[in-house]
């Protein structure tokens, strides 16, 4: 983890989670997907929280995933926040898979157990397009 690609230590920790995901989303996807989109990162900041703008980000994004031909798409989400704007209706996503927080360990020691939110999972989701 600590020799990963970013110079910090939390973000190379995150990014192994990433890896491990992508490895397992295929398992997971519905037969046929040809082409599958993949965000790299949706993020509001967080004095505009709340105020629907991950809903737009998403509508923006799917929007740009069908112009590019994609059969589906997927999502990770991190914390509860991430996962709810992802889960929220208008979305049409569905949790495809979870890995739980406390199953990532370095040296034996769970690497995200205190999450801002409280959150105990990675949530991988997906919808078609």
Not at 35 to 57: N, Y
Not at 75 to 95: C, E, I, Q, W, Y
Not at 115 to 126: A, K, N
């Amino acid at each position: 983890i600590q020799s990963g690609p970013w110079g910090s230590l939390n973000a190379n920790r995150y990014h192994v989670i990433c890896q491990a995901a992508m490895k397992q989303t295929n398992k997971f996807l519905p037969k046929g997907i040809q082409k599958l989109g993949v965000p790299r990162a949706l993020f509001v900041h967080p004095e505009f929280r709340g105020e629907g703008i991950g809903i737009l980000l998403f509508a923006e994004t799917k929007k740009l995933l069908k112009n590019l031909n994609c059969d589906g798409w997927t999502t990770f989400a991190v914390v509860d926040g991430s996962r709810n704007v992802t889960l929220h209706p208008a979305n049409d996503m569905k949790v495809l898979f979870t890995f739980p927080y406390n199953k990532f360990k370095e040296n034996g020691i769970p690497i995200f157990d205190e999450l801002v939110d409280g959150t105990r999972e990675h949530s991988i989701m997906y919808a078609d397009l």
